[in-house]
Structure formats: C-alpha cells, structure tokens
C-alpha cells in the first residue's frame, strides 16, 4: 500500500478507518516535524444537550444501539493484514445485526433509509462477503445517522472546528465519561482543511501530549489507541460516536491532501 507523507517524514504507517467511520476507505498517514504552533485548550467542557420532551423510548433505544454498534472494527479494512476469513466477517455482521432493528424503529424516515443502507451491508457481511463502499454510500449513510445521533440523543458532544490549520477549537479541557457524539468541521481556506479528525485514547504510562504530536515529537498511533475518526466532505461537517473512559485524550488532524500534507495540529483534553 502506498503511504502519505506528512512534510516528507517517514515514520511507521498506521491505519485507521476514513469517512467518518466508513467502510470503503483507508487512509495511511505518517507523522510529521515541522508544523507550527500548539493547540490550546480552552477551560470549558463539552456541551451535553438535554432531549426534548417529545424523545420517546424508541429514540433512547436508537441511540443506545448506535452507540453499541462497532463499525470501527470492520473485518478487511486493513490492506496489509490477510484478508479476513468468512467467519470473521461473520461474527461482526453478527454483533450488529441485533443493534439494527431498534436504530432504525426509533429514528425519523429520512434517516431510516440510511439505516436500511448499512443493513444491506451488513446482510452481506452476513454471508461471508467483507464490506465494502465503492460508490461511498455507506459512508455517506453512517455520517447521516451519526449526525442525528450528535442532534438528538443527549450525549456530550465534542465539536471540533479547524478554521486557518494551525489549531483546533473547541476541544476542553475535560469532558465527563460515558457517551460523546463528535463532530468536525473545516472551515476558511481549503487548502488548510483537516483531512481526517482522529481521537485518541493515551495509553496508560504514555507521557506525549497533544503538542508533541502537532510538533512531530511522536506519531498518535505510537502513543495512543483511536477510538473514533470523523472525516469530512468539503465544506459540511463529519460526525463519529464513541465512549469515553477515564484517561487523556488527543484530538488530531493532517491538514491539506494526500500526498503530501502540510501539517498535523492537535489537541488534548482528559476524562475523569
């Protein structure tokens, strides 16, 4: 598999699922030593967004089997690892199969045909077929229900803007455990875009922070485990879901396009 450069450094290539917890795309990046500047976090904590009166048990369930279904750990996603065995595929499309009939009783029309979507793939997965997104409409399904999961479910969100490409806003200090909808949005010049947000777990004993990632000290896949990735599209935002445990955390993004990136900025912030 050919790798990204980030700023033409060559370090040891990692792996992680693109497009906002997609299917279809992986993305190789590496780490990079000479982007400027760090990523301040800011002293308030996420926003926890209280459901209206109108949210009902079958939302509640919904939410609850979003959050439960893992399409992190999509078997084949790995282009250097063998391909998966039947059985693999198999057993993951079997610890989603039961999340998909409650999320999609308890979500509007709209967003149940995005459901259906991903239910097709993981009927495929089902068989013993690996999934895949050739055409990124399983993409495009999974950011769909995750936004409405980030709008309506209550959870604490984590809303990370990328606005010049030398720093992240909106990434506290601390956020409470449990459930966290993140969302992530480039705006101002193209070129200084993020191209894929990815939030990492520090492991336990690790040191690195946030700035040692952003100056290139260390690469995150060296010190953290990620936990969740938001990709986005253009101008609109992406979205990932995912549960937070006590520890440090690091939110990080390559800025420009692959091949060559420009830069990697960063930011921390701890769960207690």
Not at 84 to 90: F, G, L, R, Y
Not at 127 to 138: F, I, M, N, R, W
Request: proline fraction near 8%; include cysteine.
């Amino acid at each position: 598999m050919k790798t990204h450069s980030i700023a033409g450094q060559a370090h040891r290539r990692w792996m992680i699922t693109a497009g906002a917890l997609g299917l279809g795309a992986v993305v190789a990046l590496a780490g990079c030593s000479d982007s400027s500047g760090t990523a301040g976090a800011t002293e308030t904590r996420g926003t926890t967004t209280t459901p209206d009166a109108s949210t009902t048990d079958a939302t509640q369930a919904a939410c609850t089997a979003q959050l439960a279904s893992n399409w992190v750990g999509i078997p084949g996603l790995d282009p250097d690892a063998p391909p998966p065995s039947a059985t693999e595929v198999q057993t993951w499309a079997a610890s989603i199969e039961p999340h998909l009939g409650p999320l999609r009783a308890g979500v509007p029309g709209d967003v149940a045909s995005q459901v259906d979507v991903l239910a097709e793939t993981v009927r495929g997965a089902a068989e013993g077929k690996p999934p895949a997104d050739p055409d990124g409409s399983v993409n495009t399904a999974l950011t769909a229900v995750n936004a409405w999961a980030h709008d309506t479910c209550g959870y604490t969100t984590l809303d990370v803007t990328n606005s010049d490409g030398s720093g992240l806003a909106g990434v506290p200090a601390s956020l409470p455990a449990g459930p966290v909808a993140l969302k992530f949005t480039n705006t101002g010049d193209p070129a200084k875009a993020g191209f894929i947000l990815l939030l990492g777990k520090v492991r336990d004993g690790e040191t690195a922070t946030a700035a040692d990632v952003q100056s290139g000290k260390t690469n995150i896949e060296a010190v953290a485990d990620i936990v969740a990735v938001a990709q986005p599209t253009g101008s609109d935002p992406a979205y990932g879901l995912t549960t937070l445990v006590a520890g440090r955390y690091i939110v990080t993004t390559p800025i420009g396009a692959p091949p060559q990136f420009s830069g990697v900025i960063a930011a921390g912030f701890e769960v207690s």
